[in-house]
Every structure is written in C-alpha cells, then in structure tokens.
Nanobody, 127 residues
C-alpha cells in the first residue's frame, strides 16, 4: 500500500503565498517522478507541475510557470509546491501524485502515468 498525504492548503488573498507538502509512505514509494495536479469546481483535473527523482528536473504548466516552484526531498519522500503570487483562478483542490517511472519534461503531464494519488488539499484565493 502507498499513501500520499497533502497539507498546506488554506484561504488566502490574491498575491499571497503558500507551500503545499505531500508526504509519501509505503514500501515502494520514491523511485519515480512526483507531481501536482489541480481541479477547480466544474472543471477537469489539470496538470500543474512535476519533478523527476534523480536528477530533479522540474516541469510546469504554462499557467503557473514563474510563480510556482516544485521541489522534493527524497530522503523524506516528500514533494513540495511553493505557490507565489496567487490569483483567484488558482483556486482549486490540489492533488499530489507519484509515479513508479522517473518521467520528466512534457511527458509528465499525463495523469495516467501516475500510480498513486492523494486526497487533495484545498487552496482558495480571494480577490
């Protein structure tokens, strides 16, 4: 069994920042890429950012590039998403995902490549 637990979401104002965390546990966690997806009300789940394990190569959706930063601590099996300059359109449930494959780059956006998913953490940005 693999468990992913997100934390760090909250209610903030436009322009504020948050750091989301995703802690992974399980006997086979940590060999591949990790990523963040988000889903706003009434919309499909969309890719946000991903990072490979070794080397740590990040990849971002165009909508967040330059504002969000993904990082990981392999020793702690934890991935982070620093979200800066938040906009109301960033409001969504943010989901952590992990893959058994060390994918990176544009191919990282495919949700089908991720084997494990967390339950999500809510980020709400007011104007």
């Amino acid at each position: 069994q693999v468990q992913l637990v997100e934390s760090g979401g909250g209610l903030v104002q436009a322009g504020d920042s948050l750091r989301l965390s995703c802690a992974a546990s399980g006997r086979t966690v940590g060999s591949g890429a990790m990523a963040w997806f988000r889903q706003a009300p009434g919309k499909e789940r969309e890719f946000v950012a991903a990072i490979s394990r070794i080397p740590t190569i990040p990849y971002y959706a165009d909508s967040v590039r330059g504002r969000f930063t993904i990082s990981r601590d392999n020793a702690k099996n934890t991935v982070y998403l620093q979200v800066n300059s938040l906009k109301p359109e960033d409001t969504a449930v943010y989901y952590c995902a992990a893959s058994d494959v060390n994918i990176y780059g544009a191919g990282s956006i495919r949700s089908s490549l991720y084997n494990y998913w967390g339950q999500g953490t809510q980020v709400t940005v007011s104007s």
